[in-house]
């Protein structure tokens, strides 16, 4: 079969885009929110004016709000989570994401006010309002009160001051705005900071505790970003206090003969008298008797293991991670997760191990349906986070484990094929792939490079088309990538397009490409009518005629020829399917209708009758 060249249509995207939209109008609400009625009665005169309201809900729901996590995922926007955990470098060596000094380093003040703008409600919140005493009465935190003698009465002593919280405060259940809800956080921390300048430790540990529990309710999801900021934000000037008050407290223990501790001190630096009332605040977190409370204010005070030795932190990581396990709900496991990645990158940004290992190491699920999606689904958050080496080696691992997809699995009493999912996949991949910028050092489109000797060497059914598929969505990926601009874009990542600019090079190299996936494809129409599978021929040759229709330039007449051939192919053996060659007919006349396609080409086309 001669060779054949790919020529790809020049788009203009925005100008397509703009002819084919429609008038569109905003909307404020969500289509499904509940409408409420107010209806109003005037009686007598003696009587006062009642009034009701009726909440129509359009399916019937019992709340007429929606704040379903799917509703979330349909804003297509990127929750604080991803955003952060997607900066975390893999590689040790190389420069922090949250270094000051790294271009795209984003304060984490600039990242908290978008969270806090972004994720808002107007549903009511539940506040639990507790009047917190000083539990242990005031005095420093060497003691945090009374110390009793013997190991067993001091965790008695500490259990006994952190239930006075539970059993004698005086606790109010309130429904709050978002705003009211802000504001009594914010006066907690108020609270919070006068507790502690009046030297009642255990009461301020007792206010950052309340404030951690607020994070296990999670019934309004779509503030759940803006209540885990606002609640951290106390945790960390708690942290930030104890933490000054033992560097205070270790400087005026050392000897006059000294000069003052440096920032950058070494654990035996540090009097053993400061190193034990580091201890002992441990040991009273430690106490904290709920799961979550006791992880969140352990993190808040992870840099005061400085000042016990080099090892603790390490050790400390490994334990929190583990910890997490233990926390029931998804959401607030991930938001755990994500602030003890964040205060232990603040801490010890070397320890990317440790950081690391805070979640599900992919390699190690057992399905590997399951390990390709989250490559692809961690490949594409690291690209919205301009973490590109990152994105790299989850695209490359997704790639590496294509191989490995067993040729069927188990479906109830018979076996399935996989290789539709596997084609739904590399789909996925392929759109994946598009904004992905090349990296110089490996060469033009070395991912998809790398992905078509995967699929060019994996055993295919020889009944199936699905490699068939692929290569016709190549020739669409690389026809995109031929465009002056992308359609696909991500924000402050700079792709091919503007990589290579209009390098002839780049061009070419692209060319060749799409010459080798066409003539593949008709290599394999070839082989179809060879063995005489007919039908298999025409309808794939109608497949590839609609793909030269989208993305060929058929006033081309090299590309004209071979659209022609291929219809003509299909109509001649009466085996295609005849709605599906009719849409296409309309669709060339109309494509010629506005000149986009010849009206030659157009006239030259014919249905074949069936009788």
Same mark, same amino acid.
């Given at each position: 079969?001669?060779?054949?060249?790919?020529?790809?249509?020049?788009?203009?995207?925005?100008? *397509?885009?703009?002819?084919?939209?429609?008038?569109? *109008?905003?909307?404020?609400?969500?289509? %499904?929110?509940?409408?409420?009625?107010?209806?109003?009665?005037?009686?007598?005169?003696?009587?006062?004016?009642?009034? =009701?309201?009726?909440?129509?809900?359009?399916?019937?729901? =019992?709340?007429?709000?929606?704040?379903?996590?799917?509703?979330?995922?349909?804003?297509?926007?990127?929750?604080?989570?991803?955003?952060?955990?997607?900066?975390?470098?893999?590689?040790?060596?190389?420069?922090?994401?949250?270094?000051?000094?790294?271009?795209?380093?984003?304060?984490?003040?600039?990242?908290?006010?978008?969270?806090?703008?972004?994720?808002?409600?107007?549903? @009511?919140?539940?506040?639990?309002?507790?009047?917190?005493?000083?539990?242990?009465?005031?005095?420093?935190? #060497?003691?945090?009160?009374?110390?009793?003698?013997?190991?067993?009465?001091?965790?008695?002593?500490?259990?006994?001051?952190?239930?006075?919280? *539970?059993?004698?405060?005086?606790?109010?259940?309130?429904?709050?705005?978002?705003?009211?809800?802000?504001?009594?956080?914010?006066?907690?921390?108020?609270?919070?900071?006068?507790?502690?300048?009046?030297?009642?430790?255990?009461?301020?540990?007792?206010?950052?505790?309340?404030? =951690?529990?607020?994070? $296990?309710?999670?019934?309004?999801?779509?503030?759940?970003?803006?209540?885990?900021?606002?609640?951290?934000?106390?945790?960390?000037?708690?942290?930030?206090?104890?933490?000054?008050?033992?560097?205070? @407290?270790?400087?005026?223990?050392?000897?006059?003969?000294?000069?003052?501790?440096?920032?950058?001190?070494?654990?035996?630096?540090?009097?053993?008298?400061?190193?034990?009332?580091?201890?002992?605040?441990?040991?009273?977190?430690?106490?904290?008797?709920?799961?979550?409370?006791?992880?969140?204010?352990?993190?808040?005070?992870?840099?005061?293991?400085?000042?016990?030795?080099?090892?603790?932190?390490?050790?400390?990581?490994?334990?929190?991670?583990?910890?997490?396990?233990?926390?029931?709900?998804?959401?607030?496991?991930?938001?755990?997760?994500?602030?003890?990645?964040?205060?232990?990158?603040?801490?010890?940004?070397?320890?990317?191990?440790?950081?690391?290992?805070?979640?599900?190491?992919?390699?190690?699920?057992?399905?590997?349906?399951?390990?390709?999606?989250?490559?692809?689904?961690?490949?594409?958050?690291?690209?919205?986070?301009?973490?590109?080496?990152?994105?790299?080696?989850?695209?490359?691992?997704?790639?590496?484990?294509?191989? *490995?997809?067993?040729?069927?699995?188990?479906?109830?009493?018979?076996? @399935?094929?996989?290789?539709?999912?596997?084609?739904?996949?590399?789909?996925?991949?392929?759109?994946?792939?598009?904004?992905?910028?090349?990296?110089?050092?490996?060469?033009?489109?070395?991912?998809?490079?790398?992905?078509?000797?995967?699929?060019?060497?994996? #055993?295919?059914?020889?009944?199936?088309?699905?490699?068939?598929?692929?290569?016709?969505?190549?020739?669409?990926?690389?026809?995109?990538?031929?465009?002056?601009?992308?359609?696909?874009?991500?924000?402050? $990542?700079?792709?091919?397009?503007?990589?290579?600019?209009?390098?002839?090079?780049?061009?070419?190299?692209?060319?060749?490409?799409?010459?080798?996936?066409?003539?593949?494809?008709?290599?394999?129409?070839?082989?179809?009518?060879?063995?005489?599978?007919?039908?298999?021929?025409?309808?794939? =040759?109608?497949?590839?005629?609609?793909?030269?229709?989208?993305?060929?330039?058929?006033?081309?007449?090299?590309?004209?020829?071979?659209?022609?051939?291929?219809?003509?192919?299909?109509?001649?053996?009466?085996?295609?399917?005849?709605?599906?060659?009719?849409?296409?007919?309309?669709? $060339?006349?109309?494509?010629?209708?506005?000149?986009?396609?010849?009206?030659?080409?157009?006239? @030259?086309?014919? %249905?074949?009758?069936?009788?």
């Amino acid at each position: 079969m001669a060779a054949y060249s790919w020529t790809p249509r020049k788009r203009n995207y925005a100008l *397509e885009i703009k002819k084919s939209g429609i008038a569109t *109008e905003s909307c404020e609400n969500h289509p %499904l929110k509940g409408i409420i009625v107010t209806e109003t009665k005037i009686r007598t005169r003696s009587d006062p004016k009642v009034e =009701s309201q009726i909440v129509f809900d359009p399916l019937g729901a =019992s709340n007429g709000t929606i704040s379903d996590p799917l509703s979330q995922m349909a804003a297509a926007t990127l929750d604080p989570l991803s955003a952060l955990a997607a900066k975390i470098e893999i590689k040790a060596d190389a420069p922090s994401a949250h270094h000051p000094d790294n271009e795209t380093f984003e304060p984490w003040a600039s990242k908290r006010a978008d969270i806090l703008a972004k994720f808002q409600t107007s549903e @009511k919140l539940s506040f639990t309002a507790a009047i917190i005493t000083g539990g242990g009465g005031a005095g420093g935190d #060497d003691d945090m009160g009374a110390r009793p003698s013997g190991v067993s009465e001091k965790m008695k002593n500490r259990l006994e001051q952190l239930d006075d919280f *539970e059993e004698g405060s005086v606790k109010e259940m309130l429904s709050l705005s978002q705003q009211e809800y802000t504001k009594r956080i914010e006066d907690l921390n108020q609270t919070l900071l006068g507790a502690w300048q009046q030297d009642q430790r255990v009461k301020a540990l007792k206010i950052v505790i309340q404030c =951690s529990k607020f994070l $296990v309710e999670t019934s309004v999801m779509q503030f759940y970003p803006s209540k885990f900021v606002l609640i951290t934000d106390v945790l960390e000037h708690f942290g930030q206090l104890v933490y000054d008050r033992l560097f205070l @407290k270790a400087q005026q223990m050392l000897p006059g003969s000294l000069k003052k501790l440096s920032e950058d001190f070494s654990p035996d630096q540090i009097p053993e008298t400061a190193k034990e009332t580091a201890r002992n605040w441990f040991f009273k977190i430690a106490s904290i008797r709920e799961l979550v409370p006791r992880f969140y204010v352990e993190i808040s005070i992870l840099k005061c293991y400085r000042f016990l030795d080099r090892e603790e932190i390490p050790r400390a990581l490994k334990r929190l991670v583990n910890m997490i396990r233990g926390i029931g709900d998804p959401l607030v496991s991930s938001y755990a997760r994500c602030y003890l990645t964040r205060i232990a990158h603040d801490v010890v940004p070397t320890l990317t191990d440790y950081l690391w290992t805070c979640f599900i190491t992919i390699p190690s699920l057992q399905s590997i349906f399951t390990r390709l999606q989250l490559y692809v689904l961690c490949g594409q958050t690291a690209l919205l986070n301009q973490c590109l080496s990152q994105a790299d080696g989850f695209f490359k691992a997704a790639i590496a484990l294509l191989p *490995e997809m067993p040729k069927t699995v188990d479906s109830d009493i018979k076996q @399935k094929s996989t290789e539709p999912w596997i084609g739904e996949f590399l789909n996925t991949l392929l759109s994946a792939l598009l904004p992905a910028p090349d990296n110089p050092e490996v060469g033009v489109l070395y991912l998809l490079r790398g992905l078509l000797n995967v699929v060019q060497e994996y #055993d295919w059914d020889k009944a199936s088309d699905t490699k068939f598929g692929f290569y016709v969505n190549v020739l669409s990926l690389l026809a995109s990538h031929q465009q002056d601009e992308l359609l696909i874009r991500v924000k402050n $990542v700079d792709s091919n397009d503007a990589l290579y600019g209009s390098d002839p090079k780049y061009f070419h190299e692209l060319s060749t490409m799409s010459d080798t996936i066409l003539n593949e494809i008709l290599n394999h129409l070839k082989s179809l009518g060879d063995s005489k599978q007919h039908r298999r021929q025409s309808e794939l =040759s109608l497949t590839l005629f609609a793909e030269i229709i989208h993305h060929g330039d058929v006033k081309q007449e090299a590309m004209m020829k071979l659209a022609l051939n291929l219809w003509n192919l299909a109509q001649s053996q009466g085996l295609s399917d005849p709605k599906y060659a009719a849409r296409l007919m309309e669709l $060339v006349k109309a494509r010629a209708s506005i000149n986009l396609i010849s009206a030659e080409f157009a006239s @030259k086309l014919y %249905l074949q009758s069936r009788t």
